[in-house]
């Protein structure tokens, strides 16, 4: 069997490298024959012993992909994956969803942190990790509860593993000896130094212990950590020195402050008579160092965090309150005076820390990647997915972003964002929902919503049939005249409206609207106004079928696109434009729906090999990537993976959507399921856009992770596609009966 574990590792200082390590040695006890390698997490360069066979960089997001070709490359077996919010880059961690994703072998996740009150991002990072995991080890039951109460996961793979620990051999005599401090009662706290710890509580109940205690040392074992270390110094380790002046404490209480080995730790807590652990705030699941002094069998005295709690029950430590020094003096002098209470600790946990030695726990993670079997089905997308799947239509995001204007264009996370008030765009888009919805989600509030956008586009219009798009709130308007796109997606919702309006006055107010319009057709020069009105022209002309004058209007704008792609495309670039730029798939589906009504095989022909030649950049492992708008995608360039916009999601549904009206091929219809579900989770960072809680949906997807804000075009796209694909579903199952 062939391991990759991904994690930091030593040299790095760090107490999850310091475990990866642990973790490594103790399975090889168990198999020799296993071959274990490990994929290091880097913030910079390290002199990594052999066992390091890739170096992922911690902030480039590239890098995290380039991990996972090399693990599914290299005959990998299963990866374990050592997890920890801050060891990964981009948002909470985020990138490490793309190396996961992309992996084709099991995944053994160990949790190290499992927050009870985790922000949006952490929450969804750590759902999909269970979900992609063959096997979830957390080190304590209350990590199990939390899975179950705050990330409702299914927790049969879960399984219980305590940290390990290493074997305490040493006496406490014989340890105190090689640390020159025989005689002494010693007091310990060891670890990374940081204010969370609450050290200063120790210190400050120490004034009342020496009175009792006058051979009492207190010993704090451990370097600052080293990000506190980046943004405060050594403030907190000043804070602490300047309390031992105070209390006049200087000869009971000794700092060391390095990284110590593991050789030395063992030697600290075999000599240590009393351990504490001072922690300032409960949210702990997990705590080495804890582990470590209850593996050496040492008195535990510990403030109440949930690992803590659990750990020294049963009489293997005692708890004091968080910041009571008080507590905490009368806890220590009844421990330090009290022998027989003292060795009643040390014992129990002695008997409990047996379980934990790295041998033991490295027999109980052998067995486990025993039973991993590697196998791609376990991995493989389930490729059926039903309109019962989708999530309930709900007008409360779109309704929360309209008043009696419009609606407006931005949002800040949910709520709307006044100062950046309106645009036609989006108000064009609304009211393409809007009037597309009324098949399958009216509602008694529709009406007035038609009302509301089409008034605005209304207002918008200036004598020459052109639009203006920006509006303030304050109801200025913001440019002379709105860009050619703005323009296109009105003639298309326009269209809409000629077809789908069971109002005369709806009906006799767009086709003013639209035919002030028309003569403005033929000065289009951008490639996707030119597509947004062939598709108005289109759904004009499905209740209009003998307006010989439009469609050969829409034969020259039809033209136009062609002309762009013989002038800009090759044997290697079949394309409108010497870029992928934004909303593209928008002009194939422009001419697969024209080609109805022109009749001519070559528009189809050419609808469906840009079709292609879209996809064979867009589509990867069965799942939409989209290109970024950070630099686009440029012929023989790097293609921009963020961020990637809702917008060109429902481009390509919609494309789909034509593709598999004209040809009945089953393949087009999957493919405009596997592009909706983009929204839902199945994209590069294995995230969902969709706020089932608001209703809205985020602005899309950055390097480093979600844009949480839920701005009308991305809200507005998500419910376009869904009333496609949902309206595809009703559609087929008409089609069978």
């Not at 701005?711 to 376009?720: D, K, Q």
């Amino acid at each position: 069997m062939k391991i990759a574990y991904i994690s930091t590792y030593l040299p790095k200082e760090c107490g999850i490298a310091t475990f990866t390590s642990d973790l490594l040695h103790a399975v090889a006890l168990h198999n020799q024959d296993l071959t274990q390698h490990v994929i290091a997490v880097a913030d910079r360069d390290y002199l990594y012993p052999s066992e390091v066979v890739f170096t992922i960089d911690q902030h480039h997001q590239l890098s995290y992909i380039e991990a996972a070709n090399y693990i599914n490359d290299n005959g990998y077996d299963c990866v374990v994956l050592e997890h920890e919010y801050g060891i990964f880059g981009g948002n909470s961690g985020m990138y490490i969803l793309s190396l996961i994703n992309a992996l084709h072998i099991p995944l053994l996740v160990n949790f190290h942190t499992i927050l009870e009150k985790p922000n949006v991002d952490e929450k969804a990072i750590l759902i999909e990790l269970v979900k992609r995991a063959s096997i979830v080890v957390v080190m304590s039951n209350y990590a199990i509860t939390l899975l179950k109460s705050v990330y409702r996961v299914n927790t049969a793979k879960v399984r219980l593993i305590h940290h390990g620990v290493p074997e305490f051999r040493l006496s406490q005599e014989e340890a105190k000896a090689q640390v020159g401090l025989s005689g002494k009662k010693i007091l310990l706290t060891f670890g990374f130094i940081g204010r969370n710890k609450g050290i200063e509580t120790v210190i400050e109940s120490l004034a009342e212990v020496v009175k009792d205690e006058p051979d009492l040392l207190y010993l704090i074992v451990g370097k600052t950590h080293p990000n506190v270390l980046a943004h405060s110094g050594e403030e907190y380790r000043d804070y602490l020195k300047s309390l031992i002046d105070a209390y006049n404490l200087e000869e009971h209480v000794q700092f060391v402050n390095s990284f110590v080995s593991q050789l030395d730790l063992v030697t600290y807590l075999s000599a240590c008579d009393v351990y504490v652990t001072p922690y300032v705030n409960e949210a702990q699941i997990t705590s080495g160092t804890l582990s470590y002094a209850i593996g050496a069998g040492a008195a535990v005295v510990s403030t109440p965090y949930w690992h803590a709690k659990e750990l020294l029950a049963d009489g293997r430590g005692v708890l004091v309150d968080f910041k009571n020094p008080v507590q905490m003096a009368r806890t220590l002098t009844a421990l330090f005076s009290n022998q027989e209470y003292r060795m009643t600790l040390r014992d129990n946990a002695r008997n409990f820390g047996r379980e934990m030695t790295w041998r033991n726990i490295g027999l109980r993670y052998t067995r486990l990647l025993d039973k991993v079997v590697p196998s791609l089905d376990g991995f493989k997308e389930n490729v059926t997915f039903s309109k019962d799947e989708m999530p309930k239509f709900s007008w409360k995001h779109i309704d929360r972003l309209t008043n009696q204007v419009g609606i407006l264009q931005h949002a800040t996370y949910s709520l709307p964002n006044y100062k950046e008030g309106y645009c036609l765009d989006d108000n064009a888009r609304a009211l393409l929902v809007t009037l597309l919805a009324q098949r399958d989600f009216s509602d008694k509030r529709l009406d007035r919503r038609i009302s509301t956008y089409l008034s605005y586009i209304y207002y918008h219009q200036r004598e020459d049939g052109l639009f203006h798009n920006f509006m303030s709130f304050q109801h200025n308007f913001l440019d002379e005249v709105g860009s050619e796109d703005s323009f296109g997606r009105t003639i298309w919702a326009l269209g809409v409206l000629l077809r789908e309006t069971k109002l005369t006055s709806y009906y006799q107010l767009g086709h003013e609207l639209f035919f002030r319009s028309v003569p403005n057709f033929r000065q289009l020069r951008s490639n996707r106004a030119i597509a947004y009105t062939i598709l108005g022209i289109a759904e004009y002309l499905h209740h209009q079928s003998n307006d010989e004058v439009m469609i050969e209007l829409m034969r020259e704008l039809v033209g136009k696109l062609m002309r762009e792609y013989e002038a800009s495309s090759d044997d290697n670039w079949q394309w409108f434009e010497a870029v992928l730029a934004y909303d593209n798939a928008i002009l194939p589906y422009a001419l697969l729906t024209a080609y109805p009504f022109l009749n001519d095989e070559a528009v189809k022909q050419l609808g469906l090999s840009t079709l292609t030649f879209l996809e064979s950049i867009t589509v990867q492992n069965g799942a939409l990537s989209l290109v970024g708008n950070q630099d686009w995608a440029k012929q023989g360039k790097h293609i921009s993976k963020f961020g990637q916009q809702p917008l060109d999601v429902t481009a390509m549904v919609f494309m789909y959507r034509e593709a598999f009206r004209l040809t009945n091929k089953k393949v087009y219809f999957a493919r405009m399921i596997a592009s909706f579900r983009w929204f839902l989770g199945e994209n590069d960072l294995k995230l969902g856009l969709y706020d089932e809680e608001t209703k809205g949906c985020c602005d899309g997807l950055e390097s480093y992770g979600i844009n949480r804000n839920q701005g009308a075009e991305s809200t507005l796209c998500f419910y376009l596609a869904y009333i496609i694909v949902y309206g595809a579903f009703i559609d087929s199952a008409q089609d069978s009966k």
